[in-house]
């Protein structure tokens, strides 16, 4: 009997899915899951015909593999994955490869390469991003690791995956170690902020205009044949159209409260450890953390009288700068994102192809949009842009679109409508732009009340100063500076 090209641990949805996608192209696969029942029902099932081999232990998993072998583990993040690991590092040979395809943080990538291949194999963490419908049909894919695996993973992964107008494919080498779940975590960030911009227009739309969800549905519809085409505007006009069995909107009918895996809080966590101001990403988190916070908000909202709705200008104009202003605040968002990702690469030496990702993230994947080939193009253009907002391309929509982004922050300011992630996007691109900040005085305070010493305008950069403020404090200052 043929051996198989690929074996996949974890048969839940995205593990079956991957499967068929495999199976569809040419490869055989072996599957195998802990619950083992789950492969007698899938190869029975779904699989039944098709060039997919049923396993019932890694050995025999590892027995009915083509060398080297090529495991990808499709199971829960966390200790899972390494159970799986050290159960495969027993019926592995050296020079075989296990590949993560879960959302794992990207530390534990790190880790689980150095290790990994401290045992003479080779290890990939990627990754996967579309859903149940990408993995089936095409997900993107940001895969890392040992550099060495790329070559045996490249025409499984690049024959799956999404492909954009010209063929080429949503899949590359992204690079060492964790740097493809690091991608991976950063796109998930992004996510968050793009679907937080969304609820914001929805929210302005809503309550401030008084519109139904029709007639938001129809403004949707026409945003996605625009600018900003994308996976997420799409499934927004398509959710405000969807009627429960009242016929009245589903969408109304929903709790507001939203969860979240992790990813969003490990990249606003990870821009606080690389000192990156990813703002409008970490507003997208705690929006979230405060809509789960419904009961107590539904008691200040008995506290607090409602502000009312005092809109009486022009409607379809006041829609247009929504537009406007959401598309700014995506593209300060991806500006954090991607400084985010270059500040990561020096501090783990690790060699990104900037408008490769971009590229990666075209098709399949959440955040799939026509805007990601603009950013393609920035980085092509100059592989060592610093911030997409330098860009030339970039600059001028931004300068074209600030006067509705600060009309509509500031209307939802005035009619106590909270938007957190417009908000924040407009005062970082304020702040980014500013050759003079506050942080003058902040250093003053630092040094008033901790001796932590000051740089001067009037002397060269790395002279460090204190002041004796009080006239008490002397003239002893810290030991360290830190910006």
């Known amino acids: 009997m043929k051996k198989a090209d690929i074996g996949l641990v974890g048969l839940a949805v995205m593990g079956e899915n991957l499967v068929m996608n495999m199976e569809s192209k040419g490869f055989t696969v072996a599957v195998f899951n802990r619950t083992t029942e789950k492969v007698t029902s ?37 200790q899972a994955v390494d159970a799986f690991i050290d159960k495969l590092l027993e019926v592995l040979e050296p020079g075989d490869i296990i590949i993560d395809g879960g959302n794992s943080h990207f530390p534990d990538t790190i880790r689980r390469t150095e290790y990994v291949e401290s045992k003479g194999l080779l290890y990939v963490g990627t990754g996967v991003s579309g859903g149940e419908e990408g993995a089936l049909k095409g997900p993107s894919m940001m895969p890392g690791g040992s550099p060495k695996a790329w070559e045996s993973v490249k025409p499984i992964f690049q024959s799956i995956c999404a492909k954009v107008e010209n063929g080429e494919a949503c899949c590359d080498w992204v690079g060492e170690n964790g740097a493809g779940h690091f991608v ?74 939203a969860g979240q895996k992790g990813t969003g809080k490990w990249t606003a966590i990870s821009s606080m450890d690389e000192g990156v ?88 994947c959440i955040i799939r949009s026509v805007f990601l080939g603009k950013i393609k193009e920035a980085y092509d253009k100059d592989p060592e842009l610093s911030n997409l907002l330098l860009d030339s391309h970039f600059s001028k929509i931004i300068e074209s679109l600030t006067d509705s982004w600060r009309n509509v922050v500031a209307t939802a300011a005035l009619n106590g409508i909270p938007a957190p992630a417009m908000s924040t996007a407009l005062s970082y691109f304020d702040g980014y732009k500013s050759e003079r900040l506050p942080a003058n005085l902040l250093q003053a305070q630092r040094d008033y009340f901790g001796a932590h010493t000051y740089e001067r305008l009037d002397k060269p950069r790395g002279e460090f100063f204190h002041t004796n403020w009080t006239g008490e404090g002397g003239s002893t200052s810290a030991s360290t500076y830190t910006v």
């Not at 500040?343 to 098709?363: D, E, K, P, S, V």
């Open 184 to 257: 991976k975590m950063v796109h998930n960030g992004i996510e968050y902020g793009d679907m937080q911009l969304i609820c914001e227009a929805y929210h302005l739309m809503k309550d401030l205009l008084g519109m139904s969800a029709d007639e938001m549905h129809e403004v949707f519809a026409e945003w996605n044949e625009s600018e900003l085409d994308s996976y997420l505007i799409e499934i927004t006009r398509d959710i405000l159209a969807f009627k429960d069995e009242d016929g009245k909107p589903i969408v109304d009918k929903i709790l507001d409260t």
């Open 42 to 78: 899938f190869v029975e099932g779904r699989a039944k015909g098709k060039n997919i081999i049923g396993t019932y232990s890694l050995k025999e998993l590892a027995e009915k593999l083509e060398r080297p072998r090529k495991v990808m583990l499709m199971v829960k993040a966390g």
């Open 277 to 364: 101001p990813l703002t409008l990403i970490g507003e997208a988190v705690y929006s979230r953390f405060l809509s789960a916070m419904k009961d107590e908000r539904v008691v200040a909202s008995k506290v607090y009288k409602k502000t009312p709705n005092k809109f009486r200008g022009d409607k379809k104009g006041f829609i247009e700068d929504i537009k406007n202003a959401l598309y700014a605040s995506k593209i300060i968002s991806y500006a954090q994102g991607y400084t985010l990702m270059r500040q990561a690469a020096q501090t783990y030496n690790w060699h990104l192809n900037y408008g490769g990702i971009a590229l990666m993230w075209r098709g399949g």
